[in-house]
């Protein structure tokens, strides 16, 4: 039977176009763009006078039910979703990790088992590549083949995640003759294993300390030498979770020699500091995330780099613990502390608020960092990310003057405190839609459980033989 849903009245803004119009939905798909639209027999109408609508947002950057630090993130792929959903986020590309020596083969189907069937909004993965060898070599093509087009490293966390440089050199060469966007965690993992190991034996054991052993130099000097590494091989490069000055100034001179670099910063970057580590006792846990929080210079800087497209996208590293029973792992020793905030359901809203309405970005360029590049860059593009005849229908339909704080209750995270908490809200997300269902009302989930669907994502266009390789 044929579903029609019709959009009417809106305001539609996408990454290229802002117009008063209609958006016909026939079986999950965009079927029709116009001034005024007749409702079909048995449509569903939504009337979106005086609403913004948006491509659905992208966050492609999660960690559900990530086995990490001695225990596990305590969103799983349906409370995560859900979160995303009610947030204005209708995709999400979530981290394959497999163990250090692991078959990268079988971290695609431990993720595939942790996601199908609980995903409520439409999901991809990365692969992160924790390690190199002739067997990982061998499952490249066939990781490729189940639409998982992009690989991380670690160039941190050291003795679990890292890798070093000559295998950075192999991911990057195999990566870019199978079509594969790589990207980095940009910390020098030895200058922070030197910097951990003294500041306890010196007795630095508190959460103010992890911002000590993560300088942004660490940040500077990772960037520099994972995009040198990368111009040797003649690969593009995506920066995750950027949240230093010293590393977009590495993405600025990349940029200028002509290297193909794209990056990534987070809500949290660009709208908390440094300052939360030195207020809160052992609170200040729950801003534990690499890299950390940074000064409020650099956050401007980073609102700048956005505005000026140095950064393409903004993702959420969601990647969420329990204060009581997991951050406080830690409460001897910040190396035990698990790294990471909840921020998956908030990044849509805080981007809003705080970019839009604050007049930091245009409504574009919001459709842009919020949907539009990231499924671009990560072949989700025109099904995701976009307002056209033939794209899916997830869209965020938004109510721009709705007043509101997010609040640990507020918040759908499965976690027992909000990392924004408090923080004022303009514009709250009215109707969400997933392939054409409403799938969130108003910060309520409206859809079926279990209903999102893994997405075989398309190739990057490496470049062949880019003449930017050294
Ligand atoms: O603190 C963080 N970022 N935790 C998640 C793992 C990562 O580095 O992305
Ligand atoms: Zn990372
Ligand atoms: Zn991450």
């Known amino acids: 039977m044929t579903q029609e849903m019709l959009i009417k009245n809106g305001d539609i803004f996408t990454a290229a176009d802002s117009f008063k119009g209609d958006i016909?939905?026939?079986?999950?798909?965009?079927?029709?763009?116009?001034?005024?639209?007749?409702?079909?027999?048995?449509?569903?109408?939504?009337?979106?006078?005086?609403?913004?609508?948006?491509?659905?947002?992208?966050?492609?950057?999660?960690?559900?039910?990530?086995?990490?630090?001695?225990?596990?993130?305590?969103?799983?792929?349906?409370?995560?979703?859900?979160?995303?959903?009610?947030?204005?986020?209708?995709?999400?590309?979530?981290?394959?990790?497999?163990?250090?020596?692991?078959?990268?083969?079988?971290?695609?189907?431990?993720w595939h088992q942790k996601a199908a069937g609980k995903a409520v909004v439409d999901y991809g993965f990365h692969m992160a590549m924790v390690d190199y060898n002739d067997k990982i070599a061998a499952e490249i093509p066939?990781?490729?083949?189940?639409?998982?087009?992009?690989?991380?490293?670690?160039?941190?966390?050291?003795?679990a995640f890292m890798v070093d440089d000559a295998q950075f050199l192999e991911i990057l060469t195999a990566a870019k003759n199978n079509g594969v966007l790589v990207s980095i965690h940009a910390e020098n993992?030895?200058?922070?294993?030197?910097?951990?190991?003294?500041?306890?034996?010196?007795?630095?054991?508190?959460?103010?300390?992890?911002?000590?052993?993560?300088?942004?130099?660490?940040?500077?000097?990772?960037?520099?030498?994972?995009?040198?590494?990368?111009?040797?091989?003649?690969?593009?490069?995506?920066?995750v979770h950027l949240s230093s000055n010293e590393g977009l100034k590495e993405i600025k001179a990349a940029r200028s020699r002509g290297q193909l670099v794209l990056a990534e910063t987070c809500p949290q970057y660009?709208?908390?500091?440094?300052?939360?580590?030195?207020?809160?006792?052992?609170?200040?846990?729950?801003?534990?995330?690499?890299?950390?929080?940074?000064?409020?210079?650099?956050q401007n800087k980073l609102w700048d780099g956005l505005r000026d497209g140095f950064i393409q996208t903004v993702a959420t590293d969601?990647?969420?613990?329990?204060?009581?029973?997991?951050?406080?792992?830690?409460?001897?020793?910040f190396l035990k502390i698990p790294n990471g905030i909840p921020a998956v359901g908030d990044?849509?809203?805080?981007?809003?608020t705080y970019g839009v309405k604050k007049g930091r970005i245009s409504r574009n360029q919001f459709a842009a960092v919020t949907a539009a590049n990231?499924?671009?860059?990560?072949?989700?593009?025109?099904?995701?990310?976009?307002?056209?005849?033939?794209?899916?229908?997830?869209?965020?339909?938004?109510?721009p003057d709705r007043k509101w704080k997010i609040t640990k209750e507020n918040s759908h995270h499965n976690v027992d405190y909000s990392a924004f908490e408090g923080f004022e809200l303009e514009g709250m997300p009215a109707v969400v839609i997933s392939r054409g269902e409403v799938v969130a009302r108003y910060n309520k989930f409206t859809g079926a459980p279990g209903r999102?669907?893994?997405?075989?994502?398309?190739?990057?266009?490496?470049?062949?033989?880019?003449?930017?390789?050294?």
């Open 270 to 298: 660009l709208l908390l500091d440094d300052e939360l580590y030195l207020q809160n006792g052992f609170e200040a846990a729950k801003w534990v995330m690499s890299p950390p929080l940074r000064d409020r210079a650099g």
């Open 374 to 399: 990231p499924a671009r860059i990560f072949g989700l593009y025109p099904e995701k990310g976009s307002i056209a005849p033939g794209s899916d229908a997830d869209l965020l339909i938004m109510d």
């Open 452 to 470: 999102g669907k893994f997405i075989k994502r398309r190739k990057f266009d490496t470049g062949g033989d880019r003449e930017n390789a050294a």
């Open 347 to 352: 990044r849509v809203n805080l981007l809003y």
């Open 24 to 110: 016909l939905i026939r079986n999950g798909k965009i079927a029709e763009i116009a001034g005024k639209i007749s409702p079909p027999p048995g449509a569903e109408v939504i009337d979106a006078a005086g609403l913004e609508v948006y491509p659905g947002g992208v966050d492609v950057h999660t960690h559900f039910a990530l086995p990490f630090m001695g225990t596990v993130a305590a969103d799983d792929f349906e409370s995560g979703t859900v979160a995303a959903a009610c947030g204005g986020t209708t995709t999400i590309v979530d981290f394959a990790i497999p163990s250090k020596g692991g078959s990268i083969l079988e971290a695609l189907q431990a």
């Open 142 to 159: 066939r990781v490729v083949k189940e639409g998982i087009t992009s690989f991380k490293c670690f160039l941190a966390y050291k003795g």
């Open 189 to 239: 993992g030895d200058m922070l294993a030197y910097l951990m190991k003294h500041l306890i034996e010196d007795g630095h054991t508190g959460p103010q300390y992890h911002p000590v052993a993560h300088p942004a130099s660490a940040e500077g000097e990772a960037t520099h030498r994972g995009l040198v590494l990368a111009r040797m091989a003649g690969a593009p490069l995506y920066i």
């Open 318 to 333: 969601h990647c969420s613990f329990n204060f009581k029973g997991q951050k406080d792992m830690g409460k001897d020793n």
